[in-house]
């Protein structure tokens, strides 16, 4: 079985910084890629970015990149996103969220998911 569990949302105020991060367990070997998604009140969820498992590959929605960094740490299964210059739009919760074949870039893509962790940008 495998788990992923996400930490660091918070609230924070516009401009802003918050590292989230996923940490997994369980089978991790058949990972190909993890990667964030996000879900805004009243929107669906979409892709936020990917990395690939092995390897340093990534991959970003236009919406936010030069603003968020995802980043990994093999030796602790941890997938960390950095998010820098929050905006009130930037608000959702965000969901981890693993593949075992090609990059999580879209949902149904998508083998794991996390429970989320939500993210409020104040004005």
């Known amino acids: 079985q495998v788990q992923l569990v996400e930490s660091g949302g918070g609230l924070v105020q516009a401009g802003g910084s918050l590292r989230l991060s996923c940490a997994a367990s369980?089978?991790?070997?058949?990972?190909?890629?993890m990667g964030w998604f996000r879900r805004a009140p009243g929107k669906e969820r979409e892709f936020v970015a990917a990395?690939?498992?092995?390897?340093?590959?990534?991959y970003y929605a236009d919406s936010v990149k030069g603003q968020f960094t995802i980043s990994k740490d093999n030796g602790k299964n941890t997938v960390y996103l950095q998010m820098n210059s929050l905006k009130p739009e930037d608000t959702a919760v965000y969901y981890c969220?693993?593949?075992?074949?090609?990059?999580?870039?879209?949902?149904?893509?998508?083998?794991?998911w996390g429970q989320g962790t939500q993210v409020t940008v104040s004005s």
């Open positions: 969220a693993a593949t075992r074949s090609g990059m999580p870039t879209v949902s149904r893509v998508v083998d794991y």
């Open positions: 369980g089978r991790i070997l058949s990972f190909t890629a």
């Open positions: 990395i690939k498992w092995n390897g340093d590959y990534t």
